[in-house]
C-alpha cells in the first residue's frame, strides 16, 4: 500500500498492517518495518530543492474522548455521576471534546543514497514514473501496545516520511500503520485457576483454554473446565448427609479499559490508572438437568466422586482489544531503540478481560447409608468469582513469521563445528 506523490513530489510505501509475536517462554518479538519515499526527480531542479535531510518517524497517537459528565459502562447500561440540580439534564445533550496526543516512539534518518531512478507504480494513473528511491528498513519496539479502540479513547500508529529541503522547508508525508498482537499457540496455553468460599467447603477448580478458530468465525474461542469440588458434607442429624447440587452456571466475558497517566522520571516509569470503562462482550449460561447432575450414586458408599465437572465453551466477537498487562514494560519510553519521550506526562489506555462465573446450586439431604433423598431444596445459594483473561488472536499459518521466529532452534555445538564454513569470492583486493 501507498501514499500517493503530493503534487507529485513524495511518495510513501509502506505496509498497513505489523505484527508484534508474543510467546508465552520466549517473550516479545518483532521484525522490522520495510517501506520506500519515492521523490519525483521533476521537482528536485535547483540546489535549494535537493534533500539535505530524510527522517522516517513511527507515531503513537492517543485520543481521550473528554465528556462532560463523567460515566461508568457497564453491560451497556450507563450510569451518570452528576449533582442532583443537573440530573434533568439529559445525556444525549453532553458535550464531547477530545483531546489528542501525539508521541514519537522511534526516529531514524535515512542517510544512504538514493536508488536512482528507480520505478514506480503509480495506483491513482496506473502509469510508470521513474522517482528517486529511498528504501529503508527501520527496526519497531516490541513493546508497543496494540491498536485499541474503547469507548475512553483509541490508540492508533502512523508512519510519518519528513523531508527537509537545502533551503529549509519541509515536506511531510503520513501512512496509518495497524499494529496487532498474535499469541504462539503453545502447551501453556491453558490457565488454570482455583477459588475457595468463606464459610464454605466449595472449592472452584477452572481450566481454561484458548483454542485456535476455524476459518471465518470470531477471532478468539476458549474452552472453559469448571470443576465444584466438595459437595458432600455431614448433615446436620445423625445418620444425613448433605449434598450439593449444581442446578445451572453463568457466565460472561468482560473487557475493562482504563486511562492511564504515565510519569516519566529520571530513573522510572510510573502508572497512575484514572477513567475505567467496561463492558460485556459475551454470556452464556449452562443449565445442569438433575438426572446428570453431581449425586453419589445409591449403590456407592465411596465420598470421591463429590465433585461437579462442567464444561462449555466462550466465543468471542472480532471487535475485541488485545489485551495489555498493567505493566510498564509497555509503555516505558527508555527501551532498546525507542525514542525519548519529549513530555514528563502523557496518556495512555491500557486493556484487560476477565471471566465472571456464576454457580446456582441446590441441596439434597439424603440417607448417608442407603443414599436416598429425604429432602430437596432447589434453589439454595450461588457463587461467583472472577478470573482473569488474556485475550490474543493466535498466530495461524498465515502468520510467516511464526514459523521463521520460534520453528527452528539453534544447531547444537557439535553440529555447528561439522558445518562448513562459508566460501568467499576469490579475487577480492584490500588496500
Not at 517462554?25 to 535531510?53: A, C, F, K, M, N
Not at 503520513?174 to 468460599?197: K, N
Not at 442429624?237 to 522520571?265: C, D, F, H, Q
Not at 498493567?326 to 495512555?348: I, M, N, Q, Y
Request: with cysteine; charged share 20%.
Amino acid at each position: 500500500m501507498s501514499t500517493e506523490m503530493a503534487g507529485p513530489r513524495l511518495r510513501l510505501d509502506t505496509p498497513t498492517s505489523h505484527v508484534i509475536f508474543i510467546h508465552p517462554d520466549r517473550g516479545l518479538y518483532t521484525l522490522p518495518l520495510s517501506g520506500s519515499l519515492w521523490i519525483s526527480p521533476d521537482s528536485v531542479t535547483t540546489d535549494t530543492q535537493t534533500p539535505s535531510e530524510i527522517t522516517i518517524s513511527l507515531l503513537r497517537v492517543v485520543e481521550i474522548e473528554a465528556k462532560e459528565s463523567a460515566r461508568r459502562i457497564t453491560g451497556g447500561h450507563r450510569r451518570y455521576s452528576l449533582p442532583f440540580k443537573r440530573r434533568m439534564i439529559s445525556p444525549r445533550t453532553a458535550q464531547t471534546t477530545a483531546q489528542t496526543y501525539c508521541e514519537t516512539v522511534l526516529k531514524c534518518n535515512l542517510w544512504f543514497s538514493p536508488d536512482l531512478l528507480a520505478t514506480s507504480q503509480s495506483a491513482r494513473t496506473d502509469s510508470s514514473l521513474k522517482c528517486l528511491q529511498f528504501p529503508f528498513c527501520v527496526p519497531v519496539p516490541d513493546n508497543l501496545p496494540a491498536t485499541t479502540i474503547t469507548d475512553l479513547g483509541t490508540i492508533s500508529y502512523a508512519i510519518r516520511a519528513t523531508m527537509t529541503l537545502a533551503s529549509g522547508k519541509s515536506e511531510i508525508l503520513y501512512r496509518p500503520l495497524g499494529i496487532f498482537h498474535r499469541l504462539v499457540q503453545s502447551s501453556y496455553l491453558t490457565a488454570r485457576h482455583i477459588r475457595m468460599f468463606p464459610q464454605s467447603p466449595l472449592t472452584f477448580d477452572v481450566s481454561i483454554t484458548q483454542r485456535q478458530p476455524n476459518h471465518n468465525t470470531p477471532r478468539a474461542q476458549f474452552s472453559v473446565l469448571l470443576l465444584v469440588r466438595n459437595l458432600y458434607a455431614l448433615g446436620d442429624r445423625a445418620g444425613e448427609a448433605k449434598y450439593v447440587i449444581v442446578n445451572a452456571v453463568k457466565w460472561e466475558m468482560g473487557e475493562e479499559a482504563v486511562l492511564t497517566e504515565i510519569s516519566n522520571g529520571d530513573w522510572q516509569t510510573s502508572l497512575s490508572p484514572g477513567q475505567r470503562s467496561t463492558r460485556a462482550l459475551s454470556h452464556g449460561e449452562v443449565k445442569i438437568p438433575l438426572s446428570i447432575s453431581n449425586h453419589r450414586h445409591s449403590n456407592s458408599l465411596s465420598r470421591t466422586d463429590d465433585r461437579a465437572q462442567i464444561q462449555f465453551d466462550i466465543t468471542i466477537p472480532q471487535a475485541i482489544n488485545a489485551v495489555d498487562d498493567l505493566d510498564r514494560e509497555f509503555h516505558c519510553p527508555s527501551r532498546g531503540w525507542l525514542h525519548p519521550s519529549e513530555v514528563a506526562k502523557t496518556p495512555a489506555i491500557t486493556v484487560d478481560h476477565h471471566l465472571k462465573i456464576e454457580v446456582i446450586t441446590g441441596e439434597d439431604i439424603v440417607n448417608d447409608r442407603t443414599n436416598r433423598v429425604l429432602d430437596r431444596r432447589t434453589s439454595v445459594r450461588s457463587y461467583g468469582a472472577i478470573f482473569p483473561l488474556r485475550i490474543h488472536q493466535l498466530a495461524s499459518s498465515s502468520d510467516k513469521l511464526h514459523s521463521d521466529l520460534f520453528g527452528d532452534e539453534l544447531p547444537a555445538f557439535e553440529v555447528a563445528q561439522s558445518l562448513s564454513p562459508p566460501s568467499y569470492e576469490a579475487g577480492l583486493s584490500y588496500t
